[in-house]
Each structure stands twice: as C-alpha cells, then as structure tokens.
C-alpha cells in the first residue's frame, strides 16, 4: 500500500499557521514541512494536520 499523497493544488494554498511561510512536502514522513518556522506538520490519512501543537520541532530547530 502506497502512501497518501497530497493533492498539488492543496499544497499551493497551504502556509505554515506560524509563520504564514511556505511549506514543503515530505512524501516519506507524511509531513509538510515549515524550515522557518523549524516544526513538520503530520499528515494522517491524507489531511494535513495543522495545529502548532500537533507539529514536531525539526533537528536542530530552537
């Protein structure tokens, strides 16, 4: 079974909730990842989940 992955147009519109920055999409996480912000926002069952809260803190990010 392969991945979820996000439709291109989805991820276009999508920023970071933190910074309003872009984000980058990692197919082998799942994750869309903020670099400003340094947090890699989940994506379960396909929905990005973007909530602070929820988000990991990326190695070597403050």
Known sequence: MTAAQI?????EILVCP???????YDA???????E?????YPIRDGIPIMLVDEARK???AE
């Open 58 to 60: 990326l190695d070597g």
């Open 28 to 34: 082998n996480a799942q994750e869309l990842i903020s």
């Open 18 to 24: 933190l910074t309003k920055g872009p984000l980058k």
């Open 36 to 40: 400003k912000a340094g947090l890699a």
């Open 7 to 11: 439709d291109p147009k989805l991820l």
